[in-house]
């Protein structure tokens, strides 16, 4: 087996960043992109030679101090103090996991050898990936907008002998990790800190996690869905491929046959119905399912461009012997994918609280809030509260990061994208979606218990068999919180685990 991804021109996709996180394969650079950073560095170093004109970000300042040239006896200096100055973070901690994502991410962009690293800078950081090595990056800072300074400032601290990093659960001063692993700091040349903090990593960083877990989520909140449509003695019609094949949306016509897949040698969907229509939330699962889907695709996309790309700025041009400052840095795209990401998330989880206000409130043959003694008992009435909680939450943190703007570096840069925001709220919609589904899942189980004889579809009792391992059918009141706890880390551990929920 090979332990090994090599760091290649070669375009990454969302399978290979999977199976290099989830088998925990190590870094290498290959010769050719070895080879990149070498002749890169040794243009801008042979360009830098009794140069006297301004260069951004080389021999200049930074923002609205471009027009401060800079001594170059000082410009190892110049780039410490970018690194530095721009560690400002606030908030809570990044998740390691996506820390290391960042890592792999800046890693990839820097090796196509357009931003004038030393080689020893880019292996420093796979030494870091390598070992676990994981810098302390906080989720408060970054605009979106040249680039995610703030959070790669954090990143990059260590490479200089400052910051905190976490390695085996620890937290190490840099000048600890430093002496524990023989590594001398870096020595930055021109150029480096600004290639180190310009980029669009954290947002890109983000953007696969949670696109790795919403494919998931998609995945379950169709399972859970048609559990509670076989709950609720629900129809199979609405999910007839003749009906969407006249409106052929793809993530319509998947969510439908999936749903149809799921059902197979159901006893309960082959039973006679008493009702011809069923509600919105379990009729149009196909459409509203199906839509997030679709976003997903287009998300997808965005990320993946920009995972595949230079993002740092100014860019250097070997073969047309130019250095270009512009503005790839800037996190527009990702901010609008990353928006839309969570809209379409937080769709899954409205439409998940209404198929569970259905199942409780005491029709077709269910008993009121799905408990034998209504009325001693509660059972199932809070839950939908706590649902419904989340949800409105869900709402207000879906409007759109990507709308908002704010000047900042003396209006240098006037115009920022807030895609970190965009990521970092995502991120939340996306971890209550969870929440939401894990209680939709609680109150289908517990339903499909009061349609006995008539038993749902062979795959479907076998997730509910190994569901009622963890959360038992709830005869009496008993404290609620500890059952859809209980649920949550069942479907926290189906994500983990579950390879096949992916596709």
């Known amino acids: 087996m090979n ?65 401060v040239k800079i001594n170059n006896n000082d410009l190892t200096k110049l780039q410490e103090n970018l690194v530095m ?85 620890e937290i190490l001063e840099a000048n600890q990790l430093l002496e524990k692993f023989g590594w001398e700091k870096i020595e930055l040349q021109s150029k480096e800190g600004l290639a180190l903090l310009n980029g669009t990593q954290f947002m890109s960083a983000y953007g696969i996690y949670l696109l790795l877990k919403s494919y998931k989520l998609s995945y379950l909140a169709d399972l859970i869905g048609t559990l509670s449509l076989e709950a609720y003695d629900g129809n199979d019609s609405p999910f007839d491929l003749l009906i969407h094949m006249v409106r052929p949306h793809n993530g319509q016509i998947k969510t439908a046959k999936r749903i149809l897949e799921f059902l197979e040698e ?10 011809v229509q069923d509600p919105y939330s379990f009729r149009c699962m196909p459409q509203v399912h199906g839509a997030s889907k679709d976003a997903l695709a287009y998300v997808e996309k965005t990320i993946l461009t920009e995972v595949n790309s230079v993002t740092d700025n100014p860019n250097i041009f070997i073969e047309a012997d130019k250095i270009i400052s512009g503005g790839n840095f800037h996190g527009q795209p990702l901010a609008l994918a990353l ?64 709308v908002d703007s704010i ?67 709830i005869e009496d009141d008993k404290v609620m919180h500890n059952e859809m706890e209980k649920s949550n880390n069942f479907i926290e551990s189906l994500i983990i685990e579950s390879e096949e929920l992916f596709a």
């Open 266 to 275: 159901s006893e309960l969907i082959a039973s006679p119905k008493k009702h």
């Open 339 to 402: 928006d839309f990401l969570g809209i379409a998330i937080a769709e899954l989880g409205s439409i998940s609280e209404r198929r569970t206000y259905q199942l409780i409130s005491g029709l077709r043959d269910l008993p009121p809030f799905l408990v034998k003694n209504p009325g001693l008992n509660s059972g199932f009435m809070i839950p939908q509260y706590t649902a419904a909680s989340i949800i409105s939450q869900n709402k207000q943190l879906a409007t759109p990061a990507s």
């Open 407 to 473: 000047v900042s570096s003396n209006g240098q840069e006037d115009h920022v994208s807030m895609g970190a925001n965009a990521a970092t709220k995502t991120k939340k919609i996306v971890d209550n979606v969870q929440t939401i589904l894990s209680i939709e899942l609680m109150n289908a189980s517990q339903a499909l218990c009061f349609r006995n004889p008539l038993k749902t579809s062979p795959f479907l009792q076998s997730f509910i068999d190994s569901y009622r391992i963890e959360v038992p059918f």
């Open 85 to 169: 100055s721009h560690a400002c973070g606030a908030g809570e901690e990044v998740p390691n996991e996506i820390v290391k994502i960042m890592l792999l991410l800046k890693i990839q962009s820097l090796s196509y050898g357009y931003s004038g690293v030393q080689l020893k800078t880019v292996q420093r950081l796979i030494d870091f990936y390598n070992h676990e090595v994981y810098p302390i990056i906080f989720t408060q800072g970054s605009l979106g907008a040249s680039g995610d300074l703030a959070p790669l400032a954090h990143m990059a601290l260590p490479l200089i002998g400052k910051g905190k990093s976490y390695f085996n659960g």
């Open 3 to 67: 332990t090994y991804h090599i760091i290649s021109d070669k375009q990454l996709d969302l399978s290979i960043i999977r199976d290099i996180i989830l088998t925990n394969k190590k870094l290498r650079l290959s010769e050719k992109s070895e080879q990149n950073i070498l002749n890169c560095r040794q243009y801008l170093n042979e360009k830098m030679k009794n140069n006297e004109t301004p260069i951004y970000g080389i021999n200049t300042g930074f923002g609205s101090l471009y027009n």
